[in-house]
């Protein structure tokens, strides 16, 4: 076991440089992890496995893929992809997104996304199961130094989704997502509940028959 095994604690903040960051990332047994860097600080993520946070994680991002289809609105999903600030920050999100005029800015073979190249994603979404404080606390402020429009979380033990505008290096709670305009929060959380109770086949059309009456 080398030393970075030996002292790191996963799923939590550990104070590091930016170096460190890089030899830790590096390291295969952190291969599959999701890892973050912000103020000086490293966290490295274990995957989830949990069948809550897989449902949510893929009702979520279709429901956000269906609106824009009736919408006509172009979007790229980004799915577990890294954005860096070489030297300041880094971060994996479970869902990001490009949206409008973004949609199609990342070239096909891109791997880490370069934000001293590109912009950042339009949308930002963290599924918490168990780092629910941790998305609304460090990564929030993560996101909003990183100025992406806008940052949900799904609560997927609450079954909520906690929704904020981000501008001018801050952040705001909305009930309708103004980077998808006239998608209301509330809509998307009735149908993380109502995936509980039947299956994602009756879900969808539920869903596309909302969005198409709106």
Request: some cysteine; hydrophobic content about 35%; aromatic content about 8%.
């Amino acid at each position: 076991m080398n030393q970075t095994q030996a002292q790191l604690t996963t799923d939590t903040w550990v104070t590091a440089t930016w170096q460190k960051y890089i030899q830790t990332i590096q390291d295969p047994t952190y291969e599959k992890a999701k890892s973050y860097y912000h103020n000086g600080k490293l966290r490295i993520e274990m995957p989830p496995v949990g069948n809550d946070h897989a449902n949510d994680h893929a009702v979520i991002t279709i429901a956000v893929g269906l609106f824009a289809a009736t919408r006509n609105i172009n979007l790229n999903f980004k799915d577990n992809c890294t954005y860096r600030k070489t030297g300041l920050r880094e971060a994996q999100p479970d869902v990001s997104c490009y949206i409008a005029e973004n949609a199609n800015i990342i070239p096909r073979g891109t791997s880490i996304i370069d934000l001293d190249i590109y912009p950042p994603p339009t949308l930002v979404i963290e599924v918490a199961n168990t780092s629910l404080l941790d998305d609304k606390g460090e990564k929030r402020l993560l996101y909003e130094a990183m100025n992406v429009s806008e940052y949900w979380i799904v609560d997927v033990q609450n079954l909520e989704i906690i929704a904020f505008a981000v501008a001018n290096g801050g952040s705001r709670k909305i009930n309708q997502s103004q980077v998808l305009p006239g998608l209301a929060i509330s809509l998307l959380e009735e149908a993380l509940q109502r995936s509980c109770q039947t299956n994602q086949g009756q879900v969808y059309p539920w869903l596309l028959k909302e969005f198409q009456q709106k």
